[in-house]
């Protein structure tokens, strides 16, 4: 058998691999720049229509995404927090907030006034047991809106709770671990809203 042969012959195709390798890259790379207005557009709508609901309508008038703030959190991370206004008077913030739930991480998303009152809270995210700990969900029921008017003086704060817990938040059967991962990250939102209040209105 000639080897030399077989080389000649076969010389060709690691720059074909090459070659196709290169396109395909190009490819992508054009592909993530033709749709990348398009997708930052999509996100930037979907986070507005979330920050519309947990905010009563007609409450601000300026754009929450051009009207933020970066506060230091306890443990040193950074957290992102959207003013609102009406006719340039500053009258809330919206923020994340998150919780340990049963099966993972709980994303929420709440809403206070100036005075430390809840407007609005809901579940961005999360990962609990269906029929069971999605009861979080807003479109599941109304369990999260219970949370609306309420601030860390209404209730008291020994009564942030599930009722399970002596506290004033219902619990759900078979599934109290997630209600109390909630009502946890909703009094944390709101100790954090009191603690950089002065910032935030800065």
Do not use: C
Request: no cysteine.
């Amino acid at each position: 058998m000639n080897l030399d042969k077989i080389r000649e012959k076969t010389g060709y195709q690691p720059l074909l691999l090459g070659l196709v390798a290169l396109l395909a890259s190009a490819s992508l790379a054009w592909a993530a720049h033709a749709t990348k207005d398009a997708i930052a557009a999509a996100e930037a709508k979907d986070l507005r229509d979330s920050l519309s609901q947990v905010l009563p309508p007609g409450f601000a008038d300026n754009d929450l995404l051009g009207d933020t703030i970066e506060l230091a959190q306890a443990d040193g991370s950074k957290r992102l927090i959207y003013r609102s206004r009406k006719a340039g008077q500053l009258n809330g913030a919206v923020f994340k907030v998150e919780g340990k739930g049963y099966a993972g991480p709980i994303q929420i998303l709440m809403a206070v006034d100036q005075e430390g009152r809840i407007l609005g809270v809901r579940v961005l995210k999360h990962t609990e047991t269906p029929g069971l700990g999605d009861k979080i969900d807003v479109g599941k029921g109304g369990w999260v809106k219970t949370f609306d008017g309420k601030s860390l003086d209404d209730p008291a704060p020994e009564q942030w709770a599930v009722k399970k817990d002596g506290g004033v938040f219902d619990q759900f059967a078979g599934a109290t671990i997630t209600p109390r991962a909630v009502v946890k990250a909703v009094k944390g939102g709101l100790e954090f809203f009191s603690q950089h209040k002065s910032e935030i209105e800065g």
